[in-house]
């Protein structure tokens, strides 16, 4: 089993994403795999995981809730230096996901990781991502 958080859950369409506390890709979720009510599956929530090979790449199961987080991180505050906040890889990753599920919302999990590993590839290079 491993230990991670949610990035994204999409109650209406019944997937998202997990995060690996290991710092690996992200994994898909399906909400028949997930052990609890996922109305509580919220970006930030902690989840106990098993982590499976999928027909499109990696998938959990045996998804189970550890604690909740309440929805959404704090908003950073922006001062008027004309400067931009620099991200963690994982705040990254989950703004990009949210930006291309509402974007393109029939993107597949592969297709998704896909772009978010070439996105963060780039984001690395001009250090827009802490290292």
């Known amino acids: 089993m491993v230990n991670g958080k949610v990035v994204r859950f999409d109650d209406d369409r019944g997937y998202g ?5 290991d710092g690996g890709e992200d994994v898909f979720v399906h909400a028949n795999d997930i052990q609890e009510a996922k109305q509580q599956f919220r970006p930030g929530a902690r989840v106990e995981f098993a982590i499976e090979a999928g027909d499109r790449g990696l998938k959990a199961s045996n998804v189970r809730l550890l604690d909740a987080e309440p929805e959404g991180r704090p908003r950073r505050d922006h001062d008027d230096d004309g400067l931009c906040d620099v991200l963690s890889v994982l705040e990254f990753r ?5 930006a291309l599920l509402d974007a393109v919302p029939t993107l597949t999990a592969a297709q998704i ?3 978010r590993r070439k996105l963060t590839d780039l984001a690395r290079t001009h250090n827009w991502i802490e290292a």
């Open 113 to 115: 990781l896909q772009v």
């Open 17 to 21: 994403f997990l995060a690996p506390d």
């Open 94 to 98: 989950t703004e990009l996901t949210e």
